[in-house]
């Protein structure tokens, strides 16, 4: 099934309407003591959904009621699309969550970087009975009704998407330092989102397992940034509510990296026409050291598009320059790795073990 990401995605606002606010169609017009507004047949949302010829009998009150159903959704369709036409822009507001309005000691100093490096910005620690709140009143339909069959760990993943995907803005784990002022980041001001590789090239499947990482491309998403509505986002959690029915219950494929990655991709091969021959041809021909898709280059068309960061800028260890020669020698993010089990220390071997493996095998 091909998602359309194009300007036209309001109609995919429509088709999730419990995620967006979707203009409701005025009371319809009823003849004077007829029936009363409540009687009239209504959908959970509270829209008007027919009308039945018994409701009203005088016909000139019904000319009215029948011009406005037929007119109303082109009407409504025409004010979002005046909206949409609008190039998406990532507002300044920094965002971050942490289980109560009080960090550790660390974390308050990586998190004190984010304000003083951008003044500009608005900043928001926000606390688990905040992004429940986020869940139930921005995605009631889609999110909340598994919210409480996630982890903590997992809520907070849906949290980032939902956040960005509602209001926009820069999101950044607890354990990430910012190195590098907002205002300063040499990206196109066309790009409405900013993701980041994982890993400087392709892994072999035996390797991706070892290092216990779901996807051989893989997308971090401990920092991310986006403008308001994006739809890579909203396909994030629609895979999210499907992953979830299907029983799946381990994180990186649920909620994390796993399923992120999975909408990147997705974005990505919906302008490129040759991604299923080129997929083909490297499975039969393995290349050594490269990357479907080169960073720090801008991808999309039409309204969204998506920068893609270097593994190496949004992370402490320096080696990913080697990785991926691309890779511009600005670092943005520092990433420690506080809440995860791959500590720097971790990162350091493992990509020091994959490079001498990968230079062996040339």
């Known amino acids: 099934m091909k998602y359309n990401y194009k300007p036209t995605y309001v109609d995919r606002k429509h088709h999730f309407a419990d995620c967006v606010t979707w203009p409701s169609p005025p009371q319809p017009l009823l003849a004077p ?60 507001v920094i965002h971050q969550t942490a289980k109560r309005h009080q960090l550790q000691e660390n974390e308050s100093l990586w998190a004190e970087t984010w304000r003083a490096k951008n003044p500009q910005c608005k900043y928001k620690l926000w606390n688990d009975t905040e992004i429940a709140q986020l869940a139930r009143t921005r995605s009631p339909a889609l999110m909340w009704p598994i919210w409480e069959g996630l982890t903590p760990v997992q809520r907070a993943d849906v949290f980032r998407y939902l956040v960005l995907w509602d ?22 001001k066309e790009a409405s989102m900013i993701v980041g590789y994982e890993m400087g090239h392709r892994l072999k499947e035996k390797r991706r397992a070892e290092i216990k990482f779901a996807r051989m491309e893989q997308f971090q998403q401990w920092f991310l940034a986006s403008a308001p509505g994006n739809p890579v986002l909203l396909r994030c959690m629609e895979l999210i509510r499907q992953r979830y029915t299907w029983k799946i219950e381990s994180t990186l494929g649920l909620t994390g990296p796993g399923v992120f990655s999975d909408a990147v991709q997705e974005f990505l091969q919906q302008d490129d026409h040759r991604a299923v021959e080129e997929e083909v041809r490297i499975r039969r021909t393995p290349k050594v050291h490269f990357l479907s898709y080169p960073s720090e280059t801008l991808y999309g068309s039409g309204l969204w598009k998506m920068w893609l960061l270097a593994a190496g800028r949004a992370k402490v260890s320096a080696m990913v320059a080697r990785e991926d020669p691309g890779e511009a020698p600005q670092n943005l993010v520092k990433h420690y790795f506080a809440g995860s089990w791959k500590t720097a220390a971790w990162w350091t071997q493992s990509k020091e073990k994959d490079f001498e493996s990968r230079r062996a095998s040339v």
């Open 167 to 188: 209001q926009g803005g820069y999101y950044a784990d607890v354990d990430a330092a910012c190195t590098l002022p907002i205002d300063q980041y040499k990206i196109p």
């Open 33 to 92: 003591g007829k029936r009363n507004a409540k009687d009239v047949p209504a959908d959970t949302h509270g829209n008007v959904v027919r009308l039945q010829l018994g409701d009203v009998t005088d016909a000139e009150a019904m000319l009215p009621v029948l011009l406005i159903c037929l007119l109303w959704p082109a009407l409504a369709e025409a004010s979002l699309l005046q909206t949409a036409v609008k190039r998406p822009v990532i507002p300044c």
